[in-house]
């Protein structure tokens, strides 16, 4: 298995843990808990900032020395409802008291101490179509670049319905060369319905020396430390991933691989 893809560790607590370390980067670090009733997961930030979001489930949430209440109301992913997220910057520490069984994802990059804890949706985010035919895909947009947010993070959802394909046309973010192309290293979160299938991720460089496809799982995570980074959705299986990217620019720029510039330039018309 190759090491880009990530198996859950089990079905309950932590049970994904990336660090820059164990990934083999420096910016982007996840984590993912599924909680019963009753149960906590807490941490201190460090030096990086977080976004903690409420995948499915309810919890209650205190961080940065607040009480934020109940967060989350969608109770199944695939809902597509908008999400329930905490802001915390670096230097603090949150704690979460699951009110339902619940997955609750940590999404980690350095901070600086340059924005407050806050929270995040549901109020300001509207799924949104991106994409035409079977390249069609909805976005729940968290923190990327247009909401000042955060000092490193970018985060989104995106849904892609059976016999799609999604982060497609193939395009890199792999280059320190603003405004051309910005250095993102990224995550992908992915869940499957039926929770029983499957999907499949590509991450591939120009070169070829780096070329791996996966088939996907429910709860599995991929990294992508380089590269174009296509998904597709089987016939019969809708995806749902949540990215976090991150890098020394909170800017998203992409160059599109050279065999599909030409599909992108279509649609775009």
């Known amino acids: 298995m190759t090491d880009l893809l990530r198996k859950p ?6 049970i994904h843990e990336i660090t820059p370390v164990n990934a083999g980067w420096r910016f982007v670090g996840f984590s993912l808990y599924r909680l019963r009733v009753g149960e906590r997961a807490a ?32 109770m199944n992913v695939f809902e597509r409802t908008p999400p329930h997220c905490l802001y915390v910057p670096n230097g603090e520490a949150w704690e979460a008291l699951a009110e339902t069984e619940c997955t609750i994802a940590v999404c980690s990059a ?20 991106r994409g035409k035919g079977t390249n069609t895909r ?21 849904f892609t319905p059976a016999g799609h394909w999604s982060s497609y046309p193939s395009h ?22 039926p929770g029983s299938g ?55 720029r992409f160059v599109p691989a050279p065999e599909v510039e030409w599909i992108m330039e279509r649609d775009a018309k």
């Open 9 to 14: 560790f089990g079905a309950h607590g932590k």
């Open 172 to 193: 890199r973010h792999d280059e320190d060369d603003y405004p051309r192309i910005t250095y993102l290293e990224e995550t992908y979160y992915h869940r499957i319905n």
């Open 198 to 252: 499957f999907g499949v991720q590509r991450v591939y460089t120009d070169d070829g020396l780096l070329d791996e496809t996966m088939p996907v799982k429910d709860h599995d995570v991929v990294l992508v430390p380089r590269g174009h980074h296509p998904c597709g959705a089987p016939y019969g299986f809708e995806m749902y991933y949540l990215n976090v990217m991150a890098g020394p620019l909170r800017k998203w």
């Open 138 to 158: 909805y976005i729940n947009n968290i923190a990327m670049e247009n909401e000042d947010y955060c000092d490193s993070l970018l985060v989104t959802e995106v």
């Open 43 to 74: 941490d201190a930030t460090g030096e990086r900032e977080v976004i903690l979001v409420v995948v499915e489930g309810k919890a209650s949430l205190t961080a940065a020395g607040q009480d934020w209440g109940v967060l989350g109301e969608r």
């Open 110 to 129: 350095p901070g600086q101490s340059g924005h407050k804890a806050r929270r995040i949706g549901p109020d300001g985010i509207t799924l949104t179509e």
